[in-house]
């Protein structure tokens, strides 16, 4: 049974603002929620599932505190879940402590105004299958943790470092960093190599990199292709980058 | 001005149903209605659009017959869109003709079961920037002419060939067919040249290719990935794979 009080809180945190206040945001559907509590159950605030959910993960949640779990109906998830189509489960966890970001020795990914949320989820979770650790996103990026994003990073979210920041403040503090900007017009993407440390950029869907941006990046690169599409999509571009240059 | 009669008409095409009852499809935003109308104006229906996007695109519809072209108000545009934000135009356009498919000395793209709209329209417009003419489809993938879908084609909708058929009677027509399947416990793509004749089959977002189909898949080929993702969206996995057998 949900109260009036519990829906309401978790429709406020569809808003960046109360995430931002309450240091928590929401999971749903089963494959999402079985992972980050296998990986991370200190983080569970509360837990709304079916009983039939709760009955097939009886091991997973039994050193979980009942309190954070409350049985729900059908019905009552449709209330309170942010999908089309609810799905079992939906929990609210805290956001995982911000870690210290370091472009020494590792290939990073930068995100000039990623604005999709499946996009933004999708490259997360494409940065997690090529082990790319750390993600720089400008603060025009969609908010990784916002319920669509959440959801298209399939768990991912959890285990990628991410930082909201000035692009070009955080450009000028790391002077000597290189950068790979995914542009129409660069060196095919076939003759590099792999890239041991340095930034792969990623720009916005429809604008792409930022014109100051592109001027500190000091190798552009492309996709090429045979075709006659005018672009690719943000997400497909970063994982056909990360696939040639991230291993 | 736009008509109740109209506002019906076009909502109607928002269900395959009426899609293939009247052949037709929509088409959403400036930049894929500007595209679609350069390259096929004989397939234009009808366009809503407002002042401001007749203004600027004259030259592109001068041609056109005016009886076809309704100028719409925002708020008129907001009935009739598919879109959570309406972009200044939309308009309808008869679907292309079916085109003979043959997969003799060319690379295809067979899709079993892909659902999302997001994943079908961005798989598309990937084939289109890699070269790739023909895409099978499984009965049960998203409907290519879905608004969703073809917004996300961006324009690609009518440059690639789509053939929605049964899977399995397809491949036993054509049994010397060289298929390469998405897996997870297969040759790392790494390890493979381009391929000038075969299929690469993608399967479902969540349940990947059918047993039946997958056993009569010639080679299993896999995305080598350091990290901790247990899998790549299914659009980025064709752009991965297509980006390296495809060129």
Redesign the interface.
């Known amino acids: 049974m949900i109260t009036k009080l519990q829906v309401k809180y978790i429709q406020s945190l569809g808003q960046k603002k109360f995430r931002d206040e309450t240091g928590v945001f929401v999971a749903e559907g089963p494959?999402i929620i079985n992972?980050l509590l296998a990986a991370l159950p200190a983080l569970l605030v509360s837990l709304y599932a079916t009983s039939e959910w709760i009955q097939a993960n009886a091991a997973l949640i039994k050193r979980i505190d009942a309190i954070k779990i409350t049985e729900v109906k059908g019905t009552e998830l449709e209330r309170i879940s942010f999908l089309q189509t609810p799905h079992e489960a939906l929990a609210v966890f805290k956001k995982p402590a911000a870690l210290p970001f370091s472009f020494t020795g590792t290939l990073s990914l930068m995100l000039d105004g990623i604005q999709d949320p499946?996009n933004m989820g999708?490259i997360i979770?494409?940065?997690?299958?090529?082990?790319?650790r750390q993600i720089v996103c400008s603060n025009d990026c969609a908010d990784a943790f916002a319920p669509k994003v959440v959801q298209?990073t399939?768990?991912?979210i959890v285990?990628v470092r991410l930082l909201y920041t000035d692009l070009m403040e955080l450009v000028a503090t790391n002077s000597g960093l290189q950068m790979y900007a995914a542009a129409l017009n660069g060196t095919s993407?076939?003759q590099l190599g792999p890239v041991r440390e340095g930034i792969v950029v990623i720009g916005n869907e429809?604008k792409g990199i930022h014109p100051a941006l592109m001027e500190r990046c000091q190798h552009r690169i492309t996709?090429?292709?045979?075709?006659?599409?005018?672009?690719?999509?943000a997400?497909?571009?970063?994982?056909?980058i990360l696939?040639?240059i991230g291993?």
Chains 1, 2 share one sequence.
Do not use: C, Q, Y
Not at 225 to 232: D, Q, R
Not at 235 to 240: E, L, S
């Open positions: 494959k992972e499946g999708t979770r494409t940065a997690d299958w090529f082990g790319i298209a399939m768990g991912s285990r993407i076939n429809s996709i090429p292709g045979t075709g006659h599409a005018e672009s690719l999509n997400a497909v571009a970063a994982g056909i696939a040639r291993n």
